[in-house]
């Protein structure tokens, strides 16, 4: 299957380590991969905070570069809920029946990783290998609006050498939310204590997302606290074998 990287401005800017070991994760069961260069942002911290007309060249350029893929996948739940639930949204505000049709069409190819994996191609074991203790934090939007549910719990389970331990209240937002995080800030940063507070329970060594953007903040309360547990995306978890 020839598959296209959507990396996201997020990671492509600040985790590029997530996006070499999805490619590293994609190659090594079989499938080609390409990252299309003239990619660019989704669109989503626009059309979230007001500017939804302003959105809609990115919606037009991102069908424009992926629209010739198999399948579209990225190491992020909250971006591709951009493109499969909101996309549709910007095509009915700029009046483009063509537009509509594209992404409604595009958007069933648009895969975050774990469901990429699990749903789309019925793999759960990536004969990944990782000695850690780890735990998972399903963020809102592969949660709540993709709908992932058990994917990526899948797919860790049949990591070698895990130990994967339950987050209690694990469903609760960690409250990064993009700019709520900034303009609720006093809200996010109680909602951030919680989440740390479960976490710590688990005497975990990793707490693992498939949002680098949640695995920041996460990672970021962490640090400040001194509390010597790191967050790691999925896909590296994934990614990793023995041989490293």
Not at 48 to 70: H, K, M, S
Not at 116 to 141: E, I, M, Q, S, W
Not at 158 to 174: Q, S
Not at 183 to 212: F, P, Q
């Amino acid at each position: 299957m020839r598959v296209a990287l959507f990396i996201t401005c997020f990671n492509d800017t600040l985790f590029p380590e997530t996006g070499r070991a999805t490619v590293e994760l994609l190659e090594r069961l079989g499938h080609e991969v390409a990252f299309p260069q003239e990619q660019t942002c989704c669109g989503q911290m626009h059309f979230n905070t007001g500017y939804q007309r302003e959105a809609i060249p990115l919606v037009r350029r991102f069908v424009e570069v992926f629209g010739d893929y198999d399948a579209v996948v990225a190491p992020s739940g909250s971006c591709v809920g951009m493109v499969r639930e909101l996309y549709p949204m910007a095509a009915e505000l700029a009046n483009d029946k063509k537009l509509l049709y594209e992404v409604e069409e595009l958007g069933d190819k648009v895969f975050e990783l774990s469901e990429f994996l699990v749903n789309k191609t019925g793999v759960t074991d990536v004969g990944a290998y990782y000695p850690h203790r780890v735990t998972y934090h399903p963020t809102c939007h592969s949660l709540r609006m993709l709908k992932v549910g058990d994917a990526p719990l899948e797919l860790l389970r049949n990591v070698r050498g895990i130990d994967l331990v339950e987050l209690p209240e694990a469903k609760e937002c960690c409250g990064f939310g993009g700019t709520f995080a900034v303009k609720n800030a006093d809200t996010s940063v109680a909602m951030l204590g919680d989440k740390l507070r479960h976490v710590l329970d688990t005497e975990a060594e990793i707490c693992t997302a498939g949002d680098n953007s949640c695995l920041m903040h996460i990672g970021g309360g962490l640090k400040r606290q001194r509390a010597g547990v790191r967050t790691v995306h999925l896909a590296e978890i994934l990614a990793s074998t023995e041989e490293r």
